[in-house]
């Protein structure tokens, strides 16, 4: 009996060991992709949940067991070996200068429950012997944290948080942040040295139109605000950096000098303001639980009207010396707490998965959804992104899954559940031939991609087409899906010069054209001849060439002629062109089917020229 009743005790300890250590693997691997990677797997709910299970399991082990697995030497064990139940991530990458903060950034206990929230309250109270306590309460802002320090008012140096201790240098692709002054100036006294946090984010509305733009150059999109702004505060080129509008908001304090300038989170707000830095617009400074519990009830309300993205609440104690005396763990303050919005999430059945082929070729799968409202929207469809994330989800068709939106804005999968799942469903298998043309699909190493390698294939003929007469480039009026649909079908077109050289019978074989309307089409293909030469540049869908740079290209280069020919260096040499656009430029001009399409171009009358010198600025 005793013996059994060992043996049992063993293996449970085994299995609690093995679950461990499966956790902080897991858990290791999602920081790298989040914080190294800008691109997370999971969203932040679950991966709370990881680290809360660990921290669970953890609860019982000794000091020394929360160094990962090297328990047999002590000494040599470094902030790696550690439980990454010990720490706060790691964004430094080898590419940029290192700094160390002179007040480390730490990170925030976080909790879903209100419960969790007065119980951080309780032990604060206890450890003050007070009956209440002042707090600010501010908006948890969801971007990527960054210390400012200006020194004698003036901005020197901006830093990633890095592993809390030492961070990347990022300053030049902050200084681009309008809303950020490199001097400040006020009433209040500007000390000799400050390290001012905060966090660095990009708007909805940028969001969207970078992603936009980067789904017409067919490349990657970004899930989320977070990532997209993680992605640019790490560019290592800044011309790039600059072609994307980032926003700050600056909340915290780190070294001052002198050091007794402030006595209150509330009177460095006040500061802030008065030195005319970006900061959140509401904080609220309150008595007492109760009524910080009240703020961030109103703050749920208020924050879907911010600027930027907010995923919760950060409550903080008012007073420094308070907050000193309340003192930190390794990783976070024991004086604030971030309270955590639940993210909406919505159940629904997966009705199907669909492919998708783009004009460079890419399939695409996306999931076709049973109609819900998330979020205040019909959620219908959404991506899947590639083969890997479908596989790595094991979405089915007829599954019961769970849906979000991504920084409160793209619809998005977030996981199937299992025990809904119908007996007779079956793994997808994502195919292994193009939908449209049956080429057999290829992948790239290292690419998370496949992609029909022919450029004969329908799909991706109608696709250049389309993006070719669409709004954000040659805009021509009336030359819609449908249209393209019918003329590629007839092989009346398969190259964009093919359209000018239509003609009015040719249009009158189309399903619903008349005279008028076959007039009305010609006409718009003769207005865009003389569209911009930017819009024709940016039509052509250069890989990495969206509309942006489309007009610094034109403005600079002047003429599609000099485009063709221009080398590594006169294209580099423009602000917001670096080495990837500029390969990406001259291998789509060394393609002979390319480059002869300019003489045609001509013959056909097309502007080809830029009207506005260099000097003119930024073309309409
Ligand atoms: S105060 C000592 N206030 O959230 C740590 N952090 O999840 C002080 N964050 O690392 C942090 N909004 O990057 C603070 N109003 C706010 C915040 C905020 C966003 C970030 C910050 C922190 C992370 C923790």
Known sequence: MLVETTCRLKVTAKEREEGIQDLREQIRGHDELYYRHSTPEISDREYDRL???????????SQLDLFGESLTDASTQTSEDLSPSQTIGDDRLDAFESYRHIVPMLSLDNTYAKEEFLQFDQRLRKLFDLESLSYVVEPKIDGVAISLTYEKGVLVRAVTRGNGVEGDVVTQNILHIKALPERIKGSFAIPELIEIRGEVFMAHQEFLRINKDREAAEENLYAN?????????????????????????????GACKPKDLFTRQSDFHDAILDWNLPTVENRWLVESAEDAWAAIEKLDLLRHKYEYPTDGAVIKLDSLAMQVEAGATAKAPRWAI????ETEQQETILEDIQTQVGRTGTVT????????????STVARATLHNADELARKDLRIGDTIVVEKAGEIIPQVVKTILEKRPSDAVPYSFPTKCPECD??????????????????CPAQIRGRIQYYASRNCMDIENLG?????????RELVRDVADLYDLGRDDFLQLEGFAEKSADNLLEALEVSKKQELWRLVCGLGIKHVGATAAKDLAREI??????????????TAIDGVGDIMADSIRAYFADDSNSNRIPRFQEQGLNLECTLSPQMGTLG
């Open 338 to 341: 971030a309270y955590k919005f």
């Open 365 to 376: 799968p996306v999931a076709h959804l049973k109609p819900v409202v998330v979020a205040g």
């Open 51 to 61: 680290k809360n299970r660990l921290a669970e399991l953890e609860k019982n082990q």
């Open 225 to 253: 605000p977070r990532n997209l702004a993680a992605g640019t505060v790490k560019l290592l080129d800044p011309k790039e950096a600059r072609n994307r509008d980032l926003g700050i908001v600056l909340y915290g304090l």
């Open 558 to 571: 002047g003429s599609l002629e000099a485009l063709s020919k221009a080398s590594e260096a006169d294209l």
């Open 439 to 456: 080429t057999e699909l290829l992948r790239a190493e290292g690419e998370a991609a496949w992609r029909c390698p022919s450029r004969d």
């Open 481 to 489: 899906e449908a249209v393209i649909q019918q003329l590629v079908d």
